[in-house]
């Protein structure tokens, strides 16, 4: 189960950090993915970590301003985004695959939090 949470409304500019805490399954042995959805686009990936946390992947739109990190201890990983533009609104997910350890489809999803940002 992924619970995300910390998405809300903020002027351009701004910042927010979201959060996914997940249970059910060993959270340090998985990838962890943030992917987002605006109105009458496709989703797309927004970032992601390995499950040992060493490497990272971002979107190119949110290079420099995003950053994915994970805590083990809590069963948490987190998307800080700063500098914020209105093209970044959308419903942000957390995701992980169903097989630890190896690249796999994102086969596990959080309900999505809102992310608005107004100009």
């Known amino acids: 189960q992924l619970q995300a949470s910390g998405g809300g409304l903020v002027q351009a500019g701004g910042s927010l950090r979201l959060s996914c805490t997940t249970s059910g399954h060993t959270f340090s042995d998985y990838a962890m993915g943030w992917f987002r959805k605006a109105p009458g686009k496709e989703r797309e990936i927004v970032a992601a970590i390995t499950w040992s946390g060493d490497m990272t992947h971002y979107e190119d739109s949110v290079k420099g301003r995003f950053t994915i990190s994970r805590d083990n201890a809590k069963n948490t990983v987190y998307l800080e985004m700063n500098s914020l533009i209105p093209e970044d609104t959308a419903k942000y997910y957390c995701?992980?695959?169903?097989?630890?350890?190896?690249?796999?489809?994102?086969?596990?999803w959080g309900q999505g939090t809102q992310v608005t940002v107004s100009s």
């Open positions: 995701a992980t695959p169903n097989t630890p350890r190896v690249p796999a489809p994102y086969e596990y």
